[in-house]
């Protein structure tokens, strides 16, 4: 069990918006930055969000991130059939002195 | 261009040992930190292990600590991982990441294809 959760799932229709969620603790995404990354089936992790809100250049506009307190959120608007991944938020935790992933959303553009 | 190429993996014995290599190139390698991430067979990911830039501060998973260390050898451009003592559960693909930044703690901007472990009798 992740330290980080994420719902296992997630889904949604061509142009709709959709957010994951991400909750931690005050060790964690309370007091570090937020990542997100985006794995499509088969491939290596891509990073998607930096810093809470940042993009790395290439990533469209349509990915956002935020955080407030001890919990992150990324969205998706204008979903598109290729934004089907899965999706891991990520932070650093003061406590563990080490790097935390969640434990995955599984995004399905129905 | 950022390339990174895992190699070394492959099939050991409960207990066995093993060494991951990752040949960096396109950035200056001394200048970034580095991370080992791993994902077992249709699972998540886990973060094992990660050096910063100037390989004075290391830092790894509970699940790996006291049996895996990481290194750089920076005339190469190569981040290595000697896994010891290794259990089934250690079966995953790595992969090598480059941070970043110059701590461990930064994001992970580039990623390898990964390099395939199996721990089987």
């Known amino acids: 069990q992740s330290v980080l959760t994420q719902p296992p799932s997630a889904s949604g229709t061509p142009g709709q918006r959709v957010t994951i969620s991400c909750s931690g603790s005050n060790s964690n995404i309370g007091s570090e930055i937020v990542n997100w990354y985006q794995q499509l089936p088969g491939t290596a992790p891509k990073l998607l969000i930096y810093n809470n809100n940042q993009r790395p250049s290439g990533v469209p506009d349509r990915f956002s991130g935020s955080k407030s307190g001890n919990s992150a959120s990324l969205a998706i608007s204008g979903l598109q059939s290729e934004d089907e991944a899965d999706y891991y938020c990520a932070s650093w935790d003061d406590t563990l002195h080490g790097r935390l992933f969640g434990g995955g959303t599984k995004l399905t553009v129905l | 261009e950022v390339q990174l190429l895992e190699s070394g993996g492959g099939l050991v014995q409960p207990g066995g040992s093993l060494r991951l290599s990752c040949d960096a190139s396109g950035f200056t390698f001394n200048t970034y930190a580095m991370n080992w991430v791993r994902q077992a067979p249709g699972k998540g990911l886990e973060w094992v292990s990660g050096s910063s830039a100037t390989s004075s501060d290391t830092y790894y998973a509970d699940s790996v600590r006291g049996r895996f260390t990481i290194s750089r050898d920076s005339s190469k451009n190569t981040l290595l991982l000697q896994m010891n003592s290794l259990r089934v559960e250690d079966t995953a693909v790595y992969y090598c990441?480059?941070?970043?930044?110059?701590?461990?703690?930064?994001?992970?901007?580039?990623w390898g294809q990964g390099a395939l472990v199996i721990v089987s009798s």
């Open positions: 990441a480059k941070g970043r930044g110059t701590s461990p703690w930064y994001a992970l901007d580039y």
